[in-house]
Structure formats: C-alpha cells, structure tokens
C-alpha cells in the first residue's frame, strides 16, 4: 500500500520517532473495527424489533406444558 504524505510531515515524524507504518496500520485496524461495530449495531436494531414482538409468557406457558407432558 502507497500514502502521500507531505514531506514535512514526514520529515517531523522521523525526527520525533513516530513509526508511519505503525500509524497507519492502527488507524486502519481502528477504522475496520468501528465499522463492524457500527454494522453489528445495525443487525441488533432489527433484530430487537423482532424480539419485542416475541410473546415470553406464551413461550414460558409452552415450556411449562412440554415439560409437564414428559
């Protein structure tokens, strides 16, 4: 992978220590990681509007019967 990147930044950046590679690599790895969260976050919305429909005291009942019918 190819990054333009000014010259005096480098130039700043090698006089402090700074790693670019390092950098850059965090950054995309932060990147990647914030955008699965975000689509993760996505499915849960609609999944919790499918589990806000689900009836718990019918499945609790239908539990209670299969159990009792063993």
């Known amino acids: 992978m190819s990054v333009k990147v000014r010259r005096d930044l480098v130039e700043?950046?090698?006089?402090?220590?700074?790693?670019?590679?390092?950098?850059?690599?965090?950054?995309?790895?932060?990147?990647v990681r914030r955008r699965e969260?975000?689509?993760i976050r996505k499915k849960l919305e609609s999944v919790k509007d499918l589990l806000d429909q689900v009836d718990i005291d019918r499945i609790?009942?239908?539990?209670?019967?299969?159990?009792?019918?063993?």
Request: proline fraction near 0%.
């Open 12 to 31: 700043r950046a090698r006089a402090l220590g700074v790693s670019m590679q390092g950098v850059v690599r965090r950054a995309i790895e932060e990147g």
């Open 37 to 39: 969260l975000e689509l």
């Open 60 to 70: 609790v009942e239908s539990i209670r019967e299969d159990r009792a019918s063993m």
